[in-house]
């Protein structure tokens, strides 16, 4: 929901990695994206949170960037249209609050439960710590999957940090 969201729209330089230049020798150059599996899959995760968010609050801001997605990528302006979709998820990012209101107290009350029932001692096993948010958002939405399928990974939150095990 409201972290799978943050972490799509975190994702926003890595999927704009993926543009490439089509055309050529009598037919336009264009820098495109549309055609990636990637931007796809990414394009698709992004369109049913949003679609999530416009189900509860019929907010127009979300509409918008909804038919952005849905319209705005067919080749022709490809980079327009992401620079665009940049900038939608940036003030949505900056005013997460407004749209995920029920989620701060939940997780103000989930918070208060886990320190009071999470004892204060390391994992045992092959725990790691991790270092990284930003490694741990990848791993929350899939890319850890997608670079190691053959691994499964098992996340700890604890008091002291955030633990992972990979086998």
């Not at 037919?27 to 949003?50: G, R, T």
């Not at 998820?89 to 029920?102: E, F, G, M, T, W």
């Not at 270092?131 to 999957?145: M, T």
């Amino acid at each position: 929901m409201k972290n799978d969201l943050l972490c799509l729209i975190e994702q926003i330089d890595y999927i704009k990695s993926f543009f490439h230049i089509v055309g050529g020798t009598g037919i336009p150059q264009l820098n495109v994206i549309y055609d990636k599996a990637e931007f796809s899959a990414w394009k698709q995760e992004l369109q049913l949170e949003l679609e999530g968010i416009h189900d509860r609050t019929h907010d127009k801001f979300i509409w918008s960037t909804l038919t952005l997605l849905k319209q705005g990528f067919s080749g022709w302006k490809d980079e327009q249209s992401y620079n665009e979709l940049s900038g939608s998820l940036l003030a949505i990012r900056k005013n997460i609050d407004k749209y995920y209101p029920a989620e701060i107290n939940r997780t103000q009350n989930d918070n208060d439960k886990e320190e009071q029932e999470m004892p204060q001692k390391k994992p045992e096993g092959l725990y790691k710590p991790f270092k990284s948010r930003q490694r741990l958002c990848f791993l929350h939405c899939g890319l850890f999957r997608r670079y190691r399928s053959n691994t499964r990974a098992t996340v700890l939150f604890i008091n002291s940090g955030i633990w992972y095990s990979v086998r």
